[in-house]
């Protein structure tokens, strides 16, 4: 089984003019997540997810058997719940965490999921 | 080479009410575009995608090595588009069709990408 992979856009400015010097929301936001990763979730940057209009953007994925998930609106303030997800989906086989045990950032900041690739 | 799929969401009601009879405009857009698939490019329903504020949605997807779209906004006016873009996709390897040959639908509404599994 594949494991669980976050994909943080680090190109990200989060609606905000650019700043001169200094890492972009998208860049922090990565920085903050890779510092402190569940075993079994790796992370990986990507430059723009498309979804610059509801950045910071991420995808939760896991492989070709599991549902991905596209979360938006992140900050950092998010972190410690988007690892706590990330934990959580990586437990199951499907990626289908039953929906009390999501965090609220999961319920309520999806952009969109996309199914598994085979349907079964 | 996965072949290239188009995953629909049929139950989305695109912001309407919801009409007793009649089938709902995520269903009627799949079987606009189910009724006229180019070669190599086949469609699955999907029971919602998550993206119900930008609806009706769609995922344009190929397999590891593509990326991977997911578009929102679509009515039955796009279904020449979204078809054209589809068969554009397939004849790629990595799914990324030079901007100017993507159909303006495909420029405008997306509401995010996904790279390929495997980072190379």
Redesign the interface.
Known sequence: M?GT?L?VCTTCRAGRPVEADGDRPGKKLYDALAADLPDGVTI?P?E????CD?GC?M?L?G??EKW???YGHLTLDHVEDILAGAKAYDATDDGLVPWRERPVIFRKQ??????P?E?K
């Open positions: 594949a992979v994909t990986r990507v723009c997810l498309s979804a509801n953007s995808v994925s492989g070709d991905t998930y596209v999806s952009l969109a999921r996309i199914p690739q349907t």
